[in-house]
């Protein structure tokens, strides 16, 4: 049978195994998973990829620190990152690894056709080059004699290269941001046009001092620069693994101009440069269609400065998932960085969101439902029957259609990128239940009364709707309430208000805990 669900491609950036992942990077990562389970929710078939990023001189110096070689170096890494996707319930169709000799020869082959077709030359590349970045830069990008990006030391580079014509798209790919949906948050188009784009250089895409990367060919030393090896595994990835969500997927259905499939690629906003500029106007010399583009913010700490290794200030998330769940980093991460804006994290703001929010209003609501559903029906969720107290049949239903508009707004949020946002929602739809149950008062009420039973099945659609809406954010959960409810989350078409009559339904603890 034919597939009729629609199509999404998400991507994260592929991660540089110089050393573990902190929770900047896992916030990215946990975006790409929050939307891809989201669009399940929305009847969509997904393909996700994340990865790591294993060429390029950083990592080469890395292996000589160690004294072993760069493979050997980053394959230990990788565990690193995949036990922590693991562990945070990041379920993607595809890791990729630029080691990977499939991905290798794709990104030759693009290097080769763009030889070919005059989009690359040969050249003399005289400049500084950031390391750590894996970045080049005109003297007068640099500020204060450092790299503008991250503050460290610069290296003046005379090397032979090749040239890539990025100079040649300048005008095309202005307009593109300018006046296209290729990049959101909108603001960020302004600060890229006026960056970069008043004077943009042809991009030296060979280096020759060093070795770890892939070669142009087999007898050259030139080494494909680690950006555009590291940007081709968006292409790539599909020949590595190209199933996911049961369906076949390949370049051409995704980036062929024809393609129908949605793409949205996550990027912390320091490498939009690469990923807005740079990527377009590769993906348009090989003729192919444009991707949208998100860029977050950063975790920062409290006295402003972004989170990371160099400053030393950087949060292991495997402790934090360790102590407290990786749900509720999860949580924490999506509702209270407002998504595109830079955030605060700190272990205060992390409990009080964890006992304010999902222990006192989520979970204390089905446990205090469950309760009263445990000693006036024995479990068992009661039928409804029509009742004539107009009070508790008006209040009944401002909840439910409050549910239902919930739904809407959450949608539209969420289809907007707007995560944050959309958590909100929902968590106004948990404080409108618990208001219900102090309005209608229903521990005054026994299983005699009619208006019990509204009650209580009102409480148990709504509580499985909030979950349902919670589900992509909290996987784990979400397994927990499906269990209770004996009933699987499918889509929101076949799971929102959901009724439950009849049904035996018992909590045996908390689904989640007060942290001290
Ligand atoms: N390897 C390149 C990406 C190549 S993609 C074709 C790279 N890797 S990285 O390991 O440095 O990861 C960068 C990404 O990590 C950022 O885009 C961002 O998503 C995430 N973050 C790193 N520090 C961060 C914060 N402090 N806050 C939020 N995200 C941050 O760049």
Redo the contacts with the bound molecule.
Sequence with gaps: MENKKKKIFIS?????PNDKL?I??A??TVLADYLSRYKKLDNYNVYFVTGS?EHGQKIEDRAKEENISPKKFVDNIIENFKLLWNLLDVNYSNFIRTTNPIHEEKVRNIFNELLNKDLIYKGQYSGWYCKSDESFFTEHQLKDGKCPECGREVKLINEDTHFLKVSEFSNWIKDVLLNTKLLTPDHRNKELVNNFLNDLKDLSVTRNTFTWGIKVNENSNDIIYV?LD??I?YISTFLIENKSDDIIWNEEDVWGENSNVEIIQ???K??TR?HAIYWPILLKMLNYRMPKVFA?G???TKDGD???KSKGNVIDPINLINEYGSDSLRFFLTLNIKTGEDGYFSNEDFINSINGILVNKYSNLISRTLKMLETQYNSVVPKISKINNEDISNKTNDVINFGNETLKHYKTLNDNLMFSEAIKEVIKYIEKLNLYVDLTQPWKLNSSNDELSLIINTLITGFWNVSVLLSPLLPKAKIEVENIYNEKIIDFIESYNKSFENRKIIISKHLFERIK
Excluded: C, Q, R
């Design positions: 994260t950036p592929i991660y540089y902190h900047g990077h916030y990215t990023d950006w590291a940007l595994n996550f990027v912390g320091e490498i690469f977050h950063w975790i920062i972004k989170m990371s």
